[in-house]
């Protein structure tokens, strides 16, 4: 935009100083160069230094000072021993204030969301006057799909309630004996890591995404993914990590892209790689689409009575409800591959990582271990085979995931941008203005949460009270009409795979990578064990390898 401006703007001073005896085109090409070249450097300046500090009208409001002229706070981020532990130092030294303004990268204002009542005034009051910001859409959309995530407006209402059906209740309660059979699966992979040994170790992140990516194969695609290793040079799962998990070198790629559109001109392996990936990923989706397609046109597909319809089926047949009905398409392939994209992000990596904290919990804090077995197990001697109301009443394993969301937030962050002037909260918020939502910020605010907000405690839901208690205090999956549609089905999911594990293994302790277990404190978060950053979800920083045993 400012290259544009400048060039227009120096066209029109040319063209009127210009005599109309001087046709010289090299004198003419000189001139323009000096004056763009001049025009675009004092803009520049005037953006990056003199707006930000001396005109902007958010440059009073309370925030960092120490911005790199160039980076801002990016590379302060982008150095720090977790994706958020910078922004948890600003929201402690201004606890009140309901923004919090920092610079980005060239001087770009942003706002960090910080009070409560600001967060309710993004994510419901003013939800459709905000935006995802296009740095956000490269940023994740290329791994994430587009689909519902990046709907807006009225679009994003139909959406969701096109895709109401497959997450309901009634939805999960059918799906309940997909998640228990995993869950089951999963436990067999635990028996033959143990073998005939007192205990054993395994690298749960890796293992649980493989058991959360093998739910996602039935209960969205309808298949076991396993049986596409066989048609395609890559699995899925190889393909998704390719894409989902880069080295250090395609991290830096994807943050730079996100910025300044770079992706299709590196010429780097890393680069290469990403995008033969993300091409491969999709083209195996097509595949699989147009053969679901067909199979419910010529009548070929079978289902048991009763049986939940995976995601893909839902939305090929309430395409083809909607095509008779009205003639109109609501959903091409593509609008298909990107919801699916949508929901294995979601569905996948969320769950998955939700759950490795579960197990970091568990094994390094042996009573609420105990604790949560004891009410597990009293449900199963009384039912071997619970139902999902049975699980979803389980109060101490209800607590327990929710403090876990809260403690270790899986989406840690997602942005917005104004679409239109606004003021919330007193402060004005011109148009274009970016907004950071960091769900940690709400989740340890000690002004919500009290003065031991950053401690886990799953008996703190049993009574909460004032801020705590409102709905915009817990954003683990975000609030509002922008909610996550699949947030019933991840809880739910984690729920069996607990009930599952817990009562058949005993977490003994974190080990390092010789083996010996982390004790006197090395195996706190910070120490031993290290966030990844960056990374686009909370991960543990090189895996996490829990010991465990039998029963």
């Known amino acids: 935009?400012?290259?544009?401006?400048?060039?227009?703007?120096?066209?029109?001073?040319?063209?009127?100083?210009?005599?109309?005896?001087?046709?010289?085109?090299?004198?003419?090409?000189?001139?323009?160069?000096?004056?763009?070249?001049?025009?675009?450097?004092?803009?520049?300046?005037?953006?990056?230094?003199l707006f930000p500090n001396f005109f902007s009208p958010l440059r009073h409001l309370p925030g960092p000072k120490d911005h790199n002229p160039i980076l801002g706070q990016e590379?302060?981020?982008?150095?720090?021993?977790?994706?958020?532990?910078?922004?948890?130092?600003?929201?402690?030294?201004?606890?009140?204030?309901?923004?919090?303004?920092?610079?980005?990268?060239?001087?770009?204002?942003?706002?960090?969301?910080?009070?409560?009542?600001?967060?309710?005034?993004?994510l419901q009051t003013h939800v459709y006057d905000f935006v995802k910001p296009p740095f956000f859409a490269r940023l994740v959309g290329e791994i994430t799909g587009t689909g519902l995530l990046f709907a807006e407006g009225e679009a994003h209402r139909r959406e969701r309630r096109l895709l109401a059906g497959p997450f309901s209740v009634p939805s999960m309660r059918k799906l309940l004996?997909?998640?228990r059979e995993k869950a089951k699966d999963l436990s067999g992979d635990f028996e033959d890591i143990l073998g005939n040994r007192p205990y054993g170790t395994v690298e749960a992140i890796g293992t649980l995404s493989k058991?959360?990516?093998?739910?996602?194969g039935i209960t969205a695609l309808g298949i076991e993914l396993d049986t596409l290793s066989s048609m395609y040079p890559l699995g899925f799962q190889e393909l998704y990590d390719r894409v989902l998990h880069q080295g250090p070198l395609g991290q830096l790629i994807l943050v730079v892209n996100a910025f300044v559109p770079i992706r299709r001109i590196i010429p780097l392996p890393a680069?290469?790689?990403f995008i033969q990936a993300n091409?491969?990923?999709?083209?195996?989706?097509?595949?699989?689409?147009?053969?679901?397609?067909?199979?419910?046109?010529?009548?070929?597909?079978?289902?048991?009575?009763?049986?939940?319809?995976?995601?893909?089926?839902?939305m090929l047949e309430e395409a083809e409800l909607h095509r008779q009905e009205t003639g109109k398409e609501i959903w091409s392939v593509d609008d298909i591959i990107g919801h699916f994209l949508n929901f294995t992000s979601a569905g996948h990596e969320t769950t998955a990582t939700t759950l490795t904290w579960s197990l970091y919990v568990l094994a390094t804090d042996h009573s609420i271990q105990d604790r949560l077995r004891s009410e597990i197990d009293s449900?199963?001697?009384?039912?071997?085979?619970?139902?999902?109301?049975?699980?979803?009443?389980?109060p101490y394993l209800h607590n327990f995931v929710r403090e876990v969301l809260r403690v270790y937030s899986p989406s840690y962050m997602t942005h917005r941008e104004a679409a239109r002037d606004l003021i919330i909260e007193g402060v004005t918020i011109p148009k274009?203005?970016?907004?950071?939502?960091?769900?940690?910020?709400?989740?340890?605010?000690?002004?919500?949460?009290?003065?031991?907000?950053?401690?886990?405690?799953?008996?703190?839901?049993?009574?909460?009270?004032?801020?705590?208690?409102?709905?915009?205090?817990?954003?683990?999956?975000?609030?509002?009409?922008r909610t996550c549609p699949g947030r019933n089905f991840s809880i739910t999911e984690v729920k069996a795979v607990l009930v599952e594990l817990v009562s058949r293994w005993r977490f003994l302790g974190i080990e390092k990578e010789d083996g010996q277990l982390l004790t006197n404190g090395e195996e706190r978060v910070g120490r031993g064990v290290k966030f990844a950053n960056p990374s686009l979800t909370l991960r543990p920083k090189d895996g996490l390898l829990v010991r465990f045993g039998r029963l």
């Open 279 to 314: 091409a491969d990923l999709r083209k195996m989706l097509r595949d699989i689409i147009e053969k679901r397609a067909a199979e419910l046109a010529d009548g070929t597909l079978k289902r048991e009575m009763g049986e939940s319809r995976d995601l893909l089926t839902y």
């Open 432 to 481: 274009g203005t970016q907004i950071d939502i960091n769900m940690p910020l709400v989740h340890q605010h000690p002004l919500v949460w009290g003065p031991d907000a950053a401690v886990f405690d799953p008996d703190r839901w049993d009574h909460l009270t004032g801020d705590a208690a409102t709905p915009f205090a817990f954003e683990a999956f975000l609030q509002g009409p």
């Open 211 to 216: 058991s959360t990516m093998d739910t996602i």
């Open 379 to 394: 449900l199963l001697e009384a039912n071997p085979e619970p139902d999902y109301d049975s699980i979803s009443n389980l």
């Open 75 to 122: 590379l302060k981020k982008f150095k720090a021993e977790s994706p958020f532990s910078v922004q948890l130092q600003w929201m402690r030294k201004w606890p009140e204030a309901p923004f919090i303004r920092y610079l980005s990268f060239a001087g770009k204002e942003v706002l960090l969301v910080n009070g409560l009542a600001a967060h309710k005034a993004v």
């Open 1 to 49: 935009m400012d290259i544009a401006a400048c060039a227009g703007l120096t066209v029109l001073e040319i063209a009127a100083l210009q005599s109309s005896r001087e046709l010289d085109s090299l004198l003419i090409l000189k001139n323009f160069l000096v004056a763009f070249l001049v025009q675009y450097v004092i803009l520049k300046f005037y953006r990056v230094v």
């Open 271 to 273: 680069n290469r790689k």
């Open 177 to 179: 004996p997909v998640f």
